[in-house]
């Protein structure tokens, strides 16, 4: 009576794994980095070694908020989900720097949240001549919308995007910025876009970044 409500994943029987389910999770922290056929899920760990809490932990093995945007725009890209566990002590609790990154999370997802859920995979999923963006793409009032998530702030200021085809119509914003940021076709390599001048505290968030993309194919 539920089948049209859930979804099972790949985890339920013997050689089910990476075959049969209503999307696919493969191995633990799966992430093949290009578009998939089918739905999966990218199932990881912000203790990249345990699920469970570890009192001998170390700092070094948990993951950054950058380890976090990172593999959140990789996997959404290539049309998977993201599921991100931390594992609690013996007595229930869950310890403050695991609180802290979940909140973190929360924080980028409340900027860049519009490039993230409902979205789809575009035609291509990272860029073809900036390393470290990566495409998602949604309907917005009848026309395709594409979200290139920046991992890195550009050290010129100028970002370069070889992938969309522009048109005179198109226009770039930041999210989570108001005023519409300046482009302009290079001969060569695509889009030129003028990041905008934020001091520190202006920045809509602190981890990556999402330019709007209209009117681009
Ligand atoms: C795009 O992603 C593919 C697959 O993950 C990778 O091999 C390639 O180097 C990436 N391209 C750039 C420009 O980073
Ligand atoms: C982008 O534009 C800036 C400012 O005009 C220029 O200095 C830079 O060389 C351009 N980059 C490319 C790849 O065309
Ligand atoms: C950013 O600030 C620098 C230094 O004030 C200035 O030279 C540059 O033109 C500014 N760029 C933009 C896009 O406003």
Redesign the pocket.
């Known amino acids: 009576p539920v089948k049209d409500k859930v979804v099972v994943n790949d985890r339920w029987g013997s050689n089910c794994k990476c075959k049969h389910g209503g999307y696919l999770t493969c191995n633990d922290h799966y992430n093949p980095g290009v578009l998939q056929k089918r739905k999966w899920e990218d199932c990881t760990t912000v203790d990249r070694g345990s699920w469970g809490y570890r009192r001998n932990v170390d700092l070094s093995s948990y993951l950054t908020m950058d380890d976090i945007t990172d593999t959140l725009a990789e996997v959404v890209s290539c049309g998977g989900n993201m599921l991100l566990n931390v594992g609690p002590t013996h007595d229930g609790r869950i310890i403050p720097i695991f609180e802290e990154r979940l909140r973190q999370t929360g924080d980028w997802l409340k900027v860049n949240g519009e490039a993230i859920y409902s979205s789809k995979p575009w035609t291509s999923q990272n860029d073809t001549v900036t390393k470290g963006i990566w495409f998602t793409s949604k309907p917005v009032n009848g026309e395709v919308v594409v979200y290139a998530i920046v991992l890195n702030w550009p050290s010129?200021n100028?970002l370069?995007l070889g992938t969309p085809v522009t048109s005179p119509k198109t226009t770039v914003n930041m999210l989570g910025y108001s005023p519409p940021l300046l482009w302009?076709q290079?001969?060569?390599?695509g889009m030129?876009i003028?990041m905008p001048n934020l001091s520190v505290n202006a920045m809509p968030c602190k981890w990556a970044w999402v330019l709007k993309l209209t009117n681009v194919v």
């Open positions: 010129s100028y370069v302009k290079t001969a060569t390599a030129n003028t």
